[in-house]
T-cell receptor
Framework: DTEVTQTPKHLVMGMTNKKSLKCEQH?????MYWYKQKAKKPPELMFV???????INESVPSRFSPECPNSSLLNLHLHALQPEDSALYLC????????????FGQGTRLTVV | GQQLNQSPQSMFIQEGEDVSMNCTSS?????WLWYKQEPGEGPVLLIA?????ELTSNGRLTAQFGITRKDSFLNISASIPSDVGIYFC??????????FGQGTRLTINP
């Protein structure tokens, strides 16, 4: 199994809503990542979890709150988002914390209205 | 910082043609990764390179790790319609980060 599974695939939310994005991998990878991708741009790193601990936060606003319940799961909790937060949110995992050979999920297309 | 300059930004080719794209950096990289992204999907890892001078193939795709460790090339031979997408190079920046090139958008006319 070389898949990273993200749910939901699409999400529309209002600026006062609270929602969560979910990511799951069963490759035994110990590093998991959240990336944000705007149209026609490369992915931009948001958070890194290594061995279930948050190791990198790329100065992401607090309206994005990551959570790693166990080594296979990664969540991104969303609250009070702005329309400019609309983007494709990608989860990825890699075997260790060396960031090589990261495998990406299909992403969640988020629209904030 | 470690920036990756990817070129060309876009390519419009005929089916059956060969494709070449490259990625350069002002800094040395120890790993080069090439990804392909199709609309509405996440990037898919195509080839990983770990050693200067390494030449690796994956079907019709061939990638090379430049001798200077500051560049990498991706070639696609005999392009077919399903090759359409955006191709990204990427390399590690620090222990846990990947930095991406700006991407090469490939369009194929049948």
């Amino acid at each position: 199994d070389t898949e990273v599974t993200q749910t939901p695939k699409h999400l529309v939310m209002g600026m006062t809503n609270k929602k969560s994005l979910k990511c799951e991998q069963h490759m035994g990878h110990r590093a998991m990542y959240w990336y944000k991708q705007k149209a026609k741009k490369p992915p931009e790193l948001m958070f890194v979890y290594s061995y279930e601990k948050l190791s990198i936060n790329e100065s992401v606003p607090s309206r994005f709150s990551p959570e790693c319940p166990n080594s296979s799961l990664l969540n991104l909790h969303l609250h009070a988002l702005q329309p400019e937060d609309s983007a494709l949110y990608l989860c990825a995992s890699s075997q260790g914390s060396g960031a090589t050979e990261a495998f990406f999920g299909q992403g969640t297309r988020l629209t904030v209205v | 910082g470690q920036q990756l300059n990817q070129s060309p930004q876009s390519m419009f080719i005929q089916e059956g043609e060969d494709v070449s794209m490259n990625c350069t950096s002002s800094s040395i990289f120890n790993t080069w990764l090439w990804y392909k992204q199709e609309p509405g999907e996440g990037p898919v890892l195509l080839i990983a390179l770990y050693k200067a001078g390494e030449l690796t193939s994956n079907g019709r795709l061939t990638a090379q790790f430049g001798i200077t460790r500051k560049d990498s090339f991706l070639n696609i031979s005999a392009s077919i319609p399903s090759d359409v997408g955006i191709y990204f190079c990427a390399g590690p920046r620090g222990a846990q980060k990947l930095v991406f090139g700006q991407g090469t958008r490939l369009t194929i006319n049948p």
